[in-house]
């Protein structure tokens, strides 16, 4: 059993259209003049990496991109983009735009190189018949190990099966969330209040405040 | 379809990104090459949680537990507090934004230097 995308030509095409697009969008949103334009491209480059997600059965994460980058930041930053007229030379790029660029492709440059230099596990090494069934979702809690409930396959003939992407993922990450992540999760809501109240101290305009 | 793969395209938006934040003078498109970076490291984050193999679910001596079942989804969790944490850094570096236009009247990085020397 495997999720609506796995590795085959369709989701391996789909991925590198929407590379195609999430990166062509990003060089656009860099070298554009016209700001407006930088974020109309950036809301692309966010569209495909929404896309990259959701062919990585990332449905829940690639949700969230949309709602987030797609429908929030973007519009956050057209609207700052608008609200600031003085657009006169917006696009311009400072003079050391060389040295950013050897920057970025010496970055580049290494990052491919240690990709293709480091021995990767793969998902697919995953042989035990319970962890396959896990990851695939056709297990059945079989008893506990401390506080955790220990899982085993349905169907006992599922050895010699290769593991593959973890499929419906969604449904995993509210119980990981309030387990295994609860102090970080607490304390993002903290992190929330606090830049919410802090946005709208910055903002403030004293005079304004003070005469009323 | 690839780790290496993903990799590239994960290590070429966060370089594009870096190349906008460095080259960039108006503040508000260096927020936006920042966005990108944010998305390289989740591209990358969320390809390793797809393609490679959590250590828990190779070492099968104890059983497997549904807790091991979800450390495959580490680099989605890391993705959903990055998420979180770079929306709010948005808001909170747009205000600032907004705060320095109206002291300076410019968007200009370099004009941020009132406290330079």
């Known amino acids: 059993m495997s999720g609506a995308f796995d590795s085959g030509p369709i989701a391996t095409l789909a991925f590198f259209l929407a590379s195609a697009l999430t990166i062509v969008s990003a060089i656009i949103v860099v070298t554009q003049r016209d700001l407006v334009r930088a974020v109309v491209a950036l809301a692309m480059s966010f569209v495909g990496v929404a896309a990259i997600y959701f062919i990585f059965n990332a449905e829940f994460i690639g949700v969230v991109q949309l709602l987030v980058y797609v429908g929030a930041i973007s519009i956050l930053i057209a609207f700052a983009v608008m609200f600031i007229g003085d657009l006169a030379n917006a696009g311009t790029l400072s003079q050391n735009r060389m040295i950013s660029a050897v920057a970025g492709v010496l970055l580049l440059a290494s990052v491919i190189f240690v990709a293709y230099n480091t021995e990767w596990t793969s998902i697919e090494e995953v042989t035990d018949a319970d962890a396959v069934a896990g990851l695939a979702g056709t297990y059945e809690v079989s008893g506990t190990s401390g506080e955790n409930n220990l899982i085993s396959a349905v169907d006992g003939d599922a050895e010699g099966a290769r593991g593959g992407a973890l499929v419906d993922s969604s449904s995993h990450i509210g119980p990981a969330l309030i387990s295994d992540f609860i102090l970080p999760f607490e304390t993002l809501g903290l992190l929330l209040i606090a830049a919410l109240l802090g946005a709208l101290l910055v903002i403030r305009n004293r005079q304004e405040d003070d005469a009323a | ?117």
Do not use: C
């Not at chain 2, 190349?19 to 936006?32: D, K, T, Y």
């Not at chain 2, 250590?55 to 059983?63: E, R």
């Open chain 2, 1 to 117: 379809m690839t780790l290496e793969i993903v990799l590239v395209v994960a290590g070429a938006l966060f370089s594009i990104g870096l190349f906008g934040v460095l080259a960039r003078r108006n503040i508000i498109a260096v927020i936006m090459s920042l966005e990108l970076m944010f998305n390289g490291v989740l591209v990358a984050a969320i390809g390793f949680s797809r393609f490679t193999a959590p250590a828990a679910l190779m070492d099968t001596s104890g059983g497997i537990t549904e807790a091991a079942v979800r450390s495959a989804l580490t680099g989605h969790m890391f993705a959903v507090f990055v998420i979180s944490i770079a929306a709010a850094e948005t808001a909170l570096a747009l205000a600032l934004v907004f705060a320095f236009y109206r002291a300076q009247q410019s968007v200009e990085i370099t004009d941020a230097s009132a406290m330079k020397n």
